[in-house]
């Protein structure tokens, strides 16, 4: 601040306060601020017309003080572009390509305005729309510094009027069509975009568009529109009573460019196979290939398994509740996925759903926390089946499922099954040869069938060919054509009784009152057991290609019931 001369004169500081430019000055320098001041005030005495007002304001900060930076974004204002100045004609769809301000190239699809076209894919980054119908185009994404003048318009087409329609029927180029592969895109006469998918049955919708596609022929069918209050508005010229629909909405239908509109669906083909090749004559196979589990008369069983962990340790007598009643099924596995058996350690009461300790519980082998898998499930018939997977059941579930971990699985049903001894023959020489029908000559020697017949049971037989081969007068070896030799020098004198190890039971049992004399080293006693099941040809088909799936697994349980 300056000395002042007597002609000078002391503004006053304005009424309304103003923010003034900060002043930097250092900690000493305050002082010598504050005598200034106090010299211009007592210097403005001595001017003639002077009359002090309001107060004086000094700003400063230290000189140390740090910079503080911040800063704002701000949403920059779209540009709007009148493509057609001159002409009232629509644009034609997919036509527009211009330069904007020698930075990037932008084009349309569908009412959209993209830049940045990657040429490999023709896609690129969304950054505005276009009216086609007014020619207005915003961009809304660009780079800085934008000349909005400096515009290079690379290709435009204009028509004189757009083929409008309020429905569109037509077929795809083959059949059968993957369900819910169906997608249909388009855009309004003035540009706004739509789109449109097809459900699993068929069913499309989406906005501005509803109808529905039969997979099976290829047929579409699109109804381009919406739906609103019929209230207020019987005077329009689009009102029309038949389009009230069953939920009291109205349909009023919206044109639509019928040259915008695009769809993309998968369709099947199918290739002839050789029959030596999949081991099955494919006359016999559906054209698309694909073959129901589950057909109308058979039997399905629908089930939800949960895994509940129980509380280590477990305890003599402890009695747990699964909070499921009703369930099928209860079998606890230990921390390594090992079974453990109830024998001895357990007990079950699937009604109440609850798992009871033994009292003198041993779990030595089993590392603990254990968990308690168990399953509900219903076994019901099946009227009718779709081959989208829908099913009809004849009777309503016992149970409430929920969706996660609910399956349906296919039931083979075989009717009442037994075990038993059949084909039973003598034969003189082994030839090596595991034939059902006698080769070469029969023995001497026989065994009585009618008062000793060869007994089997449920539990204890398997699908077997067996053989008593003798290596002596009075001694043979028992063999099975899978099991092999299960036991050396058996003497006829004792009853024959080979334990099944799988069921702690005999495979069948051989009484010692029913050999005759004559037999000799050599001779062999040939029959079969049927086991108490049925056969059953699993098949997997693998189709060529990269492994999508490497973990795929399936499980087969055998169920029954028993008098």
């Given at each position: 601040m300056g000395t002042m001369t007597s002609s000078e004169r002391i503004v006053p500081w304005p009424r309304e306060p103003q923010t003034p430019d900060p002043v930097t000055v250092t900690d000493s320098g305050i002082k010598t601020i504050t005598s200034q001041v106090t010299k211009i005030t007592e210097k403005s005495k001595d001017v003639e017309g002077f009359v002090p007002a309001g107060l004086a304001h000094v700003v400063y900060c230290k000189a140390d003080t740090a910079v503080v930076t911040r800063s704002k974004i701000f949403e920059a204002s779209p540009i709007v572009l009148d493509?057609?100045?001159?002409?009232?004609?629509?644009?034609?769809?997919?036509?527009?390509?211009?330069?904007?301000s020698n930075v990037e190239h932008y084009y349309d699809r569908n009412g959209l305005m993209y830049r940045s076209m990657d040429a490999r894919t023709g896609g690129g980054i969304q950054s505005g729309t276009?009216?086609?119908?007014?020619?207005?185009?915003?961009?809304?994404?660009?780079?800085?510094?934008?000349?909005?003048?400096?515009i290079k318009l690379e290709s435009l087409a204009t028509e004189l009027g757009k083929q409008s329609i309020t429905e569109a029927h037509f077929r795809t180029p083959g059949a059968p069509v993957?369900?819910?592969?169906?997608?249909?895109?388009g855009a309004l006469l003035d540009g706004t975009p739509w789109n449109a998918t097809a459900d699993f049955n068929g069913v499309i919708t989406g906005d501005y568009v509803q109808g529905g596609i039969d997979?099976?022929?290829?047929?579409?069918?699109?109804?381009?529109?919406?739906?609103?209050?019929?209230a207020g508005n019987e005077l329009e010229e689009w009102y029309s009573a038949e389009n009230i629909r069953p939920d009291g909405k109205l349909w009023v239908p919206v044109p639509v460019a019928a040259e915008s509109i695009t769809y993309n669906c998968v369709v099947y083909s199918y290739l002839p196979l050789d029959a030596d090749l999949i081991?099955?004559?494919?006359?016999?196979?559906p054209t698309d290939g694909r073959v129901p589990i589950i057909a109308k008369g058979d039997t399905a069983v629908i089930?939800?398994?949960?895994?509940?962990?129980?509380?280590?340790?477990l305890t003599a007598g402890q009695v747990i509740d699964l909070t499921r009643?009703?369930?099928?099924?209860?079998?606890?596995?230990?921390?390594?996925?090992?079974?453990?058996?109830s024998a001895g350690r357990y007990t079950v009461d699937l009604k109440t759903g609850t798992v009871t300790m033994a009292e003198s519980l041993n779990l030595v082998g089993f590392a603990e926390p254990l968990t308690a898998m168990h399953r509900i499930e219903d076994m019901v018939l099946v009227t009718d089946t779709q081959i989208n997977g829908q099913l009809t059941l004849s009777s309503a579930l016992a149970h409430d499922y929920e969706l996660d971990g609910t399956y349906v699985s296919s039931a083979l049903e075989f009717g009442d099954l037994a075990a038993k001894v059949t084909n039973i023959f003598d034969q003189k020489t082994w030839t090596n040869v595991w034939s059902d029908k006698l080769i070469g000559d029969a023995c001497v020697?026989?065994?009585?069938?009618?008062?000793?017949?060869?007994?089997?049971?449920?539990?204890?037989?398997?699908?077997?060919?067996?053989?008593?081969?003798?290596?002596?007068?009075?001694?043979?070896?028992?063999?099975?054509?899978?099991?092999?030799?299960?036991?050396?020098?058996?003497?006829?004198?004792?009853?024959?009784?080979?334990?099944?190890?799988?069921?702690?039971?005999?495979?069948?049992?051989?009484?010692?009152?029913?050999?005759?004399?004559?037999?000799?080293?050599g001779n062999i006693l040939r029959f079969e057991t049927e086991a108490a099941n049925h056969h059953i040809w699993i098949v997997r088909t693998t189709l060529p290609g990269p492994v999508t799936e490497p973990n795929d697994e399936f499980t087969l349980q055998i169920r029954g019931d028993a008098d």
């Open positions: 493509l057609t100045p001159d002409t009232g004609q629509p644009i034609v769809e997919g036509s527009i390509f211009f330069k904007l276009v009216n086609y119908a007014t020619g207005e185009c915003i961009i809304t994404e660009y780079a800085g510094d934008i000349d909005v003048k400096a993957r369900p819910g592969s169906f997608y249909v895109a997979v099976e022929t290829g047929l579409v069918n699109l109804y381009f529109g919406g739906t609103m209050d019929p081991g099955i004559d494919p006359v016999r196979l089930h939800n398994t949960k895994n509940d962990q129980l509380t280590a340790p009643q009703n369930v099928s099924l209860i079998e606890l596995y230990d921390v390594d996925g090992n079974y453990v058996p020697a026989n065994y009585n069938t009618i008062n000793f017949p060869i007994i089997t049971t449920n539990k204890g037989a398997i699908a077997e060919r067996w053989m008593l081969k003798f290596v002596g007068d009075t001694a043979f070896d028992v063999i099975g054509e899978n099991v092999g030799v299960i036991e050396q020098n058996h003497q006829i004198t004792n009853t024959l009784a080979p334990i099944n190890p799988a069921t702690g039971v005999p495979y069948f049992t051989i009484a010692l009152d029913g050999w005759g004399a004559g037999w000799a080293t």
